[in-house]
Every structure is written in C-alpha cells, then in structure tokens.
C-alpha cells in the first residue's frame, strides 16, 4: 500500500504538485515571507520565513483521502531539513471558514511526524480595517535547532500589536 501520493517539483514555478487517486491536484508552494522583517525594530534581517500555500487545483470535491495529508507533511518535513527554516501559516477565511481550518491545521500538526521536532504556536490576530472587524487564524512553525527562535518569537508575537498600533 502506498503511504503518499508521488509528487514533482517544479523548478521554474518552485512549487511541489502531485495528483490524488480521484485525479485532484494539489499545488504546494513555500513563499518568502517579509512580515517579519517589515514589523522588526531591529536592523537584524530575519531570513528563511515563508509562508506555504496549499491549493486545491481542481474543482471536484475531494472526499477524504489520508495520503494527502501524509504527502503535504512528507514535503514539510523536507522543508524543515534546514534548521533555520521557519513557515508562517494563515487560514484562509474564503467562505467564512477561516476558524474551521485552523483547527483542522492544528490536529494535522498534533498528530503529524515532525511535531518531535517543529514548534507550532498559533495566533488568532485581531485587527480592524475601514471599520470592519477581521481576525487572522496564524500559526508559526519553527524547528526547535534553529538557532535565531526567540528573536523571530518576539517578532512574530508582535503582529497583532503593529497591526492595531494606529488606534
């Protein structure tokens, strides 16, 4: 029995993609991600965060398929071979179900490989904009080797405060 579904990498695009048993197609892409740098105080450059971006290509719904979760942490696992990696993750909130996923988010990550290894700290961000009230389900992942870790924390744990700093 297959444990994961095979997947490619796209040297031009720099995205991963494999495709379901139910012929569905998965994009997976790791985005440098500046946010931390834009709301440090510091002039210390913080490097290697990004943000991934999992993305259901085709239409169809996808009933539930366990080797699409185990293929998507084979491809994070890799990820965090380099220590000093760092990924943020923010739930989509298309069709109000931003909540929804970051509590699937999470009970992939409790019960995933790499949770010996990589730190999860989640972050619901609460900010207004225009008078609109929005929240950001976030979690940041960390290896626990890297080396830089508390002063990336205290960045990552300002976000909130930056974004309501104009109140």
Not at 61 to 69: G, T
Not at 132 to 155: A, E, G, Q, R
Request: proline share 1%.
């Amino acid at each position: 029995m297959q444990n994961l579904y095979n997947y490619t990498f796209d040297e031009i695009t720099s995205t991963y993609s494999f495709t379901t048993r139910n012929n569905i197609q998965y994009r997976i892409a790791f985005l440098v991600d500046e946010t931390l740098n834009s709301i440090s105080t510091s002039e210390v450059l913080i490097e290697n965060v990004y943000q991934i971006v999992i993305e259901k290509v085709s239409d169809a719904l996808e009933p539930f398929d366990n080797l699409v979760s185990k293929t998507i942490e084979n491809i994070i696992c890799a990820f965090f071979s380099n220590v000093n990696n760092s990924l943020i993750y923010i739930c989509s909130d298309d069709q109000e179900k931003g909540k929804i996923r970051f509590s699937v988010f999470d009970r992939w990550y409790r019960n995933s490989s790499f949770n010996q290894f990589v730190t999860k700290i989640d972050t619901i961000i609460s900010f207004d904009s225009e008078g609109i009230n929005y929240n950001l389900y976030t979690s940041f992942l960390y290896h626990n080797d890297n080396p830089n870790i508390d002063y990336i924390v205290t960045t990552y744990n300002n976000i909130e405060k930056v974004l309501n700093s104009d109140k």
